[in-house]
């Protein structure tokens, strides 16, 4: 992969199929390399791989089944998920982690069967408030990354990024500080070395067009996991924007 530093929005359970063509019929004549990917929800899939053709821009999923089919209602399998035109899918947030009580081997299922199938995956690591109190953030990322990552082959890794979203700073308008987030990304991408050649890291929690610039100018962040601010098409457009003046 070399499309950095990478611009992905993060849809969570927002915009109808009608919302989400009228958002890319707005972003889609915009300049938007290097690389620009959007997860909206398994309802919008189809219809956004669809306005997204021959574009710069990917669509993906935020989650997956962690079986490849079977008697699982309701559940989105990985190949109806690829039938769309999606290229990549994020597993592990923390709302999943959270709500929907996904620990890390449900989570390395998931990440197994999309590489096994060709989807790009965004594997996102956080520790909370506590653990971070506790001087626990190294021992849950780390087990976090070896968690999800385990029994993989290398040469599938390589289309894994990480995606570092502290779960005390998303959705909450207040980021993790400039220095927490290198901090983070250079222990993440040391650490990484036993699983890539390189190892790429984007920033998720709290990022909007005012503050995307100052952690995009950090050496070790190759990218951006944008929650609430890609949901306005100008508010995306100027972080897109602030990526391609960055590095
Ligand atoms: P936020 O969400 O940008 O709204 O904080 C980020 C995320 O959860 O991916």
Known sequence: MNNFPLIVGNWKMHKTVVEAKAFLKQLRPHRCSPGVWLAVPFTALAASAHEVMGTWIHIGAQNMAEWPSGAMTGEVSVEMIQETGASFVILGHSERRRLFHEDDGIINRKVKLALENDLKVILCIGETKEERDQGRTE???????????????????????????????????CPASCEIVEEI????????????KTCHVLYGGSINAKNARDFLRLPNVDGLLVGKAS?????????????????
């Open 139 to 173: 021992e849950v990322l780390f087990r976090q990354i070896e968690g999800g990552l385990r029994a993989i082959p290398l040469e599938r890794v390589a289309h894994v990024v990480l995606a570092y979203e502290p779960v005390w700073a998303i959705g909450v308008d």
């Open 185 to 196: 990304h250079a222990m993440c991408k040391n650490y990484g070395t036993n699983y890539w």
């Open 231 to 247: 949901l306005e098409v100008q508010s995306f457009i100027e972080i897109i924007d602030q990526a391609h003046e960055s590095k």
